[in-house]
Structures are given as structure tokens and as C-alpha cells.
């Protein structure tokens, strides 16, 4: 059998051109019926859904080519590293905060302070490890002395944070604290305590607001409020 597999046709070589794309098929079909197999058995799926998986790598990669030593706005005037985002290309579920802090800037990954603990944990209750989501910032830079981003500076780097999401298509996000909400929604007057809780829409996709895990620091009695928004979350998940 071992010697029948490696004359195959479908498996000769590593390069199969796209002209010849429906007689392997057939080819492979033959062989595995000839061996008395009556279905292929392989998952299609599963195979497309790896090849999705490769081309927003290659998407991600190209952003993040794009963006380069970023000098488009001043933030680049004093911070270390451009901090991209990290995670699955293919997540179903995506975290974006608002800016990088200290650590952040220092090691170039998004939420791996003390901030990035708390998340962490909450990520891993809600029965993900970090590598199964994306997690991404409103901007990329840390703002001096971590004061909010500015609306210049979100204005010239929110376009890169929708084009991930264009990239992941997830299907859940949630975003954490004010400013990544007010910029996802376009509402620069909303409250997160008014509107965390609650399901908006960026674009159909649903968007969950939450409180920021820096907050949550602060103030260590409002966590069972973020765990609420993310039973939410999975239960949108789940019925999906």
C-alpha cells in the first residue's frame, strides 16, 4: 500500500498546477476506491479552513509590513516598539484595548502588564488560552505617561485596527474600556458604564463593551460586571 500511495499522480512532487487541479482529484478518488475505500477521507473543511488560516497570516504580515517604524503621528516621538497585536488570525473572538502601556512598549505585545495578567485570566475562565483569540490596541504606541490617545492620533492609526478586524473577521469582539469603544462605535459621548453589558455592531459584527482590566485594578469590585459581559459573549457563541 505504502508503494501504490507514492505513485499516486495526486501525490507526486510537491507543486501541482492548477491545470491539472481536477485530475488529481479524480485520480485520488480512483486509487482510494480501488483500495476499497467509498469516501475520501479527508476533511474539506478543515482543509479550507487551514488555507483561510494561511492567507490572513500572509494579510496580517503584510499590515504589519506596512506600518513599519511608524512615524505617522507624534506618539512615535518617544515610544520603543510599534505593538501590532498577537493572536490567532483565525479567532472567533477578538479583545482591542485602547493604547500600550509600559511592559507593552518595552516588549512590543499588546496586554502583558499587570493589565495583561487580568485579561489573561479572564481569557483562560472563559475557557480560551491567549494564542485562540487576537488581542489588539486602538493604536499602536504608547502615549507618553499612558494619558489617553488624542483624536489625531487615533484618527491616523484606527484605520489599521479595522483593517485587522477586516483581516480576522471574528465573530465576536470585545472591546475594553471607553476609548476602544467610543472609536469602534463612532460615538465619542457614550459612557462605558452605560453601555457596557449590552451587544452594538461594528460592521455585523457584534461588539461587546467592557470595562478596561486597568480599571478593573482600580477597581477590583466591579470584575463580576466583566464576567456578566463575557457570559454574554460565550453564550452568543455557543447559540452560533
Request: charge should be positive; charged fraction near 30%; proline fraction near 5%.
Amino acid at each position: 500500500m505504502g508503494r501504490e500511495m507514492k505513485n499516486s499522480p495526486a501525490l507526486r512532487g510537491e507543486g501541482i498546477r492548477n491545470a491539472d487541479f481536477l485530475h488529481d482529484i479524480k485520480s485520488v478518488l480512483e486509487f482510494y476506491r480501488e483500495l476499497g475505500f467509498e469516501r475520501l477521507p479527508l476533511r474539506m473543511q478543515k482543509m479550507n479552513h487551514t488555507a483561510d488560516s494561511m492567507s490572513k497570516d500572509a494579510a496580517l504580515k503584510a499590515l504589519r509590513e506596512e506600518i513599519g517604524d511608524c512615524t505617522r503621528c507624534k506618539l512615535s516621538r518617544e515610544r520603543r516598539n510599534v505593538v501590532f497585536g498577537e493572536g490567532n488570525s483565525d479567532a472567533s473572538l477578538m479583545f482591542i484595548g485602547e493604547a500600550p502601556g509600559r511592559e507593552e512598549d518595552l516588549q512590543g505585545r499588546p496586554f502583558v502588564g499587570d493589565a495583561g495578567t487580568l485579561l489573561t485570566r479572564l481569557i483562560e475562565k472563559m475557557g480560551f488560552k491567549r494564542e485562540d483569540v487576537y488581542i489588539a490596541n486602538i493604536v499602536k504606541c504608547r502615549p507618553p505617561q499612558n494619558r489617553d490617545p488624542e483624536a489625531d492620533e487615533i484618527g491616523i492609526c484606527r484605520g489599521f485596527v479595522e483593517r485587522q478586524i477586516g483581516i480576522i473577521k471574528p465573530r465576536v469582539i470585545m472591546s475594553l474600556g471607553r476609548i476602544s469603544a467610543m472609536t469602534l462605535t463612532g460615538d465619542v459621548k457614550l459612557k462605558i458604564t452605560a453601555i457596557r453589558g449590552s451587544f452594538l455592531d461594528y460592521k455585523g459584527i457584534p461588539l461587546m463593551p467592557t470595562f478596561h482590566p486597568a480599571y478593573l485594578i482600580r477597581n477590583p469590585r466591579d470584575k463580576w460586571l466583566t464576567w456578566t459581559d463575557a457570559q454574554r459573549v460565550l453564550k452568543l457563541l455557543r447559540d452560533e
